[in-house]
């Protein structure tokens, strides 16, 4: 039998104290679960939103909308992501300031629709309030409990996490022009907030487990993609009953979300996570990793309406919105992740070179959906191959240097 984990104590209060880097077993609770599954809801209605604009021929109010959009929700989830596997005591005060969280999470989805539509992020930013004052007060709680080094880091998260929520505002005063200028200034500002609190000294966040955290993400977001592909193929087929027009798109959306789950579980990341630097890249990069996965099930659902008569773009267009998320999703993944276990030319040009081939397929038409699944598939098999062959040589090599003189 496998060894199981050691019960963790239970308690209404506990000391909010560090966990260890290097704690076994160490992996995703039934909260965090759960907390992921209610981020489904904000990237469903981002997702949505994003249809609607690329579909209605609005592609740069698409795009820009949903870049702010998907960082916010992005960004919340980073923020607990991180906070949890350092400090995740799991009493019931940690639980009850968790769906605290939670909450917040769904106030942010129930204002996507307006902020993309009308640009009114009032919603949007009362999510984020509630979810900022939970988290504010978990890291107080955590500078309670320590002292030293590991208690100025915890109160530098608080007071930048606090002065952020503040720096929001501008998307509330200031007029709509000046807003994607406000959200990138604030996004910088963000991604700082780590790097800065933890000079200082870092915080106990756990490799395999941050590690496991993004993969169920990234799960999650293709699953999403699964979702909407579904639906606007069912919609598509009762309202018009073009099964054969369809069939391509559901067979390549469905190649590429296989394919896409395949390349981004091929390598054990959690061996790369050994300083912030290396995390902290990794961990940003997965703006795009998650954002451009979860296009992928938009751009399949604005095929589908162009193949119907639902969407008034041109074919082009449709096609693009399906093969520019995939090969920026293949891109992303080799950029922050798979490339870092990655030996030789043939294995790093793999996934740059399949990026552009998606790209090439845009030209197919309506047959582009199923071509870049094809594609795609083609590179599962590539990657594969190559790295059976690399195991293979380097088994060799071993077996050689091992053999007396």
Known sequence: MSEQPPP???????????????????????????????FVVAVAQAGRQLVHALAEGRPGHGV??????????????????????????????????TLVQIAGVLIL?????????????TLVWSGYLVMRLALVSQWLR???????????????????????????LGVLLL?????????????FVEMAVPVCAELGGPTAWHPHHVAERYGLFTIIVLGETVAAATVAVQSAVDEHEALDELLPIAAGGLLLIFAAYWIYFA???????????????????????????????????????????????????AAASVTVPAALFMLSVWLVHARHHKRGLP??????????????????????????GVVASATVVVGVTLSTRGAR?????????????
């Open 347 to 372: 294995q790093h040009l793999t996934l740059p070179v399949s990026a552009v081939a998606v790209l090439a397929c845009t030209f197919a038409g309506r047959f582009a959906t199923l071509l870049a």
């Open 64 to 97: 820009t909308g949903y870049l702010m959009l998907f960082f916010a929700i992005w960004w919340a989830w980073v923020n607990f992501t991180w906070f949890a596997s350092a400090y995740d005591t799991d009493d019931v005060l940690y639980r009850v300031v």
């Open 175 to 187: 007029p709509d022009h000046a807003k994607p200028w406000v959200f990138l200034v604030m996004a």
């Open 267 to 317: 390598v054990p990341i959690h061996l790369h996570l050994v300083s912030n630097r290396q995390a902290f890249a990794w961990g940003y990069g997965h703006y795009l990793v998650f954002g451009s996965a979860a296009a992928i099930g938009a751009g399949i659902e604005v095929a589908v309406e162009e193949t119907t008569g639902k969407a008034h773009v041109p074919a082009l267009a």
């Open 393 to 405: 040589e380097s088994a060799a090599r071993v077996r050689q240097g091992a053999e007396p003189g």
């Open 109 to 121: 989805a129930a204002g996507v629709p307006r902020a993309f539509a009308d640009s009114d992020f």
């Open 8 to 38: 963790r104590p239970s308690g209404v209060l506990r000391r909010m104290t560090a966990r260890g880097r290097d704690e076994e077993h160490r992996t995703a609770t039934p909260l965090e679960l759960l907390f992921d599954l209610c």
């Open 142 to 168: 955590a500078a309670h409990a320590t002292e030293g080094a590991e208690r100025r880091t915890a109160l530098r998260y608080a007071a930048g996490v606090s002065l952020c929520q503040v720096g929001w």
